[in-house]
Each structure stands twice: as C-alpha cells, then as structure tokens.
C-alpha cells in the first residue's frame, strides 16, 4: 500500500509539472523593461526664409553664410536652449585661446583627477592618476564627445570646473555670445546653462576665423586613446558633401543637435538644428537643410575692394577726381532667381573739396530690388588728392564763380 501510494504521488506530481510546463509554454516570455515613454515632440512648424516657410522637424534651427553673415533660415534662433555638447564649442574655445596667446602648449601635460575619471556620460576614457598631452584632450573633447577631458582641461586651465566656467562666460561675452550662460565645460544638465542657435552659429564662425590651424581637428573622422578607438559623432561628415566640423549634442531635455559648417567652392554655410528625436532624424535634417541652402541661394559679387565705383569730382584738387571704391569686396547672399532684381545706386555730393584723404568716407552705395534686403555701404576715396597751391587756385576759383 505504502508502495502503490508513494507511485501514486510520484505520477501525480510528474502530471503537474507537465502541467506547468504546458502553463509557461502558453504564457509570454518575459520582456526586459522598457525605457519610460518621452513625450511626443511639439507640432513641427515652419522655419522662415527669404524665400517662405520651409518645414523642420528641428525645434531650432538657423544657417547662416559664412562670409556675409546673411541669415538663409531660421527658426526659434534666438530662444534660450539647452545646448547639451555643442556646450563644448565653448570649451574649446577657450582652450584653442590660450594656445595661441601662448599660456597653453599642445604638450602640455595635465593631470586627471578622481572627479574627471567618474564623470558619466560619453567619455575619452582617461585613468586617474595619470597625465594627459593638452592635444590629445582637444581630439578627445571633439571627436570623442568625452566629459572626461573636459573636465581635465578646465581643472588644468582655471583649477577647478566652476572657475573655468566663469571664463567661459567671460570669453563668451567678449566675442559677442549675447544670450549665453555657462555653468559647466560640458554641458551637462543644468537649468541656468543655455545657449540660443544664434549664438552657436557665431561661436562656430569664430573658432573657424580666429583658429584655423586648430579647426581640422573637428575634421577628424576617429580617435584613438586607451586602447578605445571612437568614430566622430557628426553625421554630416562623410555625408554632406563639404562638410568639414563642428559637434553633435544630445540629452533628453535638449533632444538631438547639431552645430556644422560645409563649404563648396568659395561658399561656407554654418548650421545649427537642435530638438530632434533621434540621430538618424539629426543626420536626415541636417544634410536636407544643407542641400537646400547650397542649392537656394548664391553669394553676388556686387564691387571688388580696389574697383572704380565711380569718379567724384575734385574742387581746387591737384587732380580732377578721385576714384571712389567700396574698400573691401561688396558680396551679397541672395536667392539665386533675385539676381536679376538686384539695383545699385551711388550717391554723393560733388565736386568733393581738397585736400581729399585715402580712405575718407564720401559717398553711399545703397542696393535694393524687388525681394531684395535693402542695404546702404559706405563708399571711401581710393586715392589721395592734395589741394592746389595757391597760384594754381585763382583760376580755378574764377572759372567755378563764372561756371556757377
């Protein structure tokens, strides 16, 4: 009996576990927890442009000519914004200037602290305790997006990160960032640290006028430190034909960003988008912005530096006239069918007294045209003209007293 009862029990329970086996098979497989929802992005709106709306998925967005300054598009450019990593234009800003003005060199060595080494976030992957070269930092700091090196850099620079942030926003304020505020070297999340696009389209047209000789680094497609190669986080390079920097930025407030600049022929664009949803809707928007403006627009050459606007006539000059020019070169960015719409007028008094000097300012060239911006230059003499001696003025007096 106690036999029989003991099979008995053992059929039993092989009966339920076939049972539940048959019971998780019918069930689900368990599914590895999901990241929280985000909220869905803002109805998109338009950008505007000389030429109308243009649709943007991008929250922000501005591009802008590199030589005229002439704004192509623009959308939300002058809201303050969390700038994430683009944060780090300003960093290395900061940095190429020290460089130059020689308190910086890119031997240098700086040493890295525990607070570098635990910094989250993407990171160069610096030991603590060892010393990094100032170069490798800066391609750590473009290519690599790292935190870490940031942070190294400005304890090197300032001794502290909340120091160096301070000098961010002094340099900033000195080369015409308006609407920034810096409260890190990284952008790392911080109610009070924003930027607006306008503002990183000027700190990007800066850092390629004021640095040339540092600016290929953002050219670089990877970069290699401990043994840990990362590829450049800037979908336009390789993509957008021209395209030859700036820095990606990213976080979940701010979205995805992008501050780029291309350059085709003689024609350099700057870019910045930010508040995207994901990168290849960075990588997507970007490079269709970029066509666009390469395509849309024109840069016009109007007047050469040294050419002849026009000659002024010159009283009781040892000359008749004197060549009047722009001084530097009159270029416009336009719509590529407002051309034809283009007129240029010059206004002055005449004849203009001697002594006449290089580089006075005597007349006004003013461009306007159906859809055309208008616009007034200042127009110089070209050349000296001294004033007659006193025996060669009576008669030019007496024939201006009879010709008036």
Request: charge should be positive; charged fraction near 25%; aromatic fraction near 6%.
């Amino acid at each position: 009996m106690r036999r029989r009862d003991i099979m008995g029990a053992a059929a039993g329970l092989a009966t339920g576990l076939q049972a539940v086996d048959a019971l998780a098979q019918q069930r689900p497989a368990p599914q590895p927890a999901r990241p929280p929802r985000q909220p869905p992005p803002p109805p998109s709106t338009p950008a505007s442009t000389p030429l109308g709306p243009v649709d943007t998925l991008a929250r922000h967005a501005l591009i802008i000519d590199f030589d005229t300054g002439a704004v192509l598009l623009e959308k939300a450019a002058d809201d303050r914004m969390p700038p994430s990593s683009m944060s780090k234009l300003m960093t290395m800003y900061v940095v190429f200037d020290l460089l130059k003005q020689g308190r910086l060199r890119l031997d240098q060595q700086l040493p890295v602290s525990e607070r570098a080494w635990r910094m989250g976030g993407s990171k160069m992957f610096v030991q603590v305790g060892t010393t990094v070269p100032v170069e490798s930092l800066a391609r750590g700091v473009i290519v690599q997006s790292g935190n870490d090196a940031c942070i190294v850099l400005a304890e090197g620079i300032s001794g502290s990160e909340t120091q160096f942030a301070e000098l961010m926003n002094e340099t900033a304020r000195r080369i015409g960032l308006r609407s920034s505020n810096f409260r890190n070297s990284t952008g790392w999340p911080d109610p009070e640290h924003r930027m607006t696009s306008r503002d990183l389209a000027t700190l990007a047209r800066r850092i390629i006028t004021d640095f040339p000789e540092y600016y290929r680094f953002y050219n670089e497609r990877s970069f290699r430190w401990n043994d840990i190669t990362q590829e450049n986080r800037n979908p336009a390079l390789g993509r957008v034909p021209g395209a030859d920097g700036l820095k990606t930025g990213h976080t979940e407030e701010a979205g995805y960003g992008l501050t780029a600049s291309a350059m085709r022929g003689n024609r350099r664009l700057i870019l910045v988008v930010n508040g995207l949803g994901s990168m290849r809707q960075r990588a997507e928007e970007s490079e269709r912005l970029f066509e666009w403006a390469f395509r849309e627009f024109e840069n016009v050459v109007v007047f050469r530096a040294a050419d002849t606007v026009e000659e002024v006539p010159v009283y009781l000059g040892e000359r008749p006239t004197v060549p009047l020019v722009a001084g530097r070169d009159l270029v416009l960015t336009l719509p590529r069918q407002w051309r034809r719409n283009l007129q240029v007028r010059v206004r002055f008094d005449a004849p203009v007294p001697a002594p006449v000097t290089k580089g006075q300012g005597i007349g006004t060239l003013l461009i306007s045209g159906q859809g055309v911006p208008e616009m007034t230059v200042p127009l110089i003499a070209g050349a000296d003209v001294e004033r007659l001696g006193l025996f060669p003025r009576i008669p030019a007096v007496i024939g201006r007293w009879f010709g008036s």
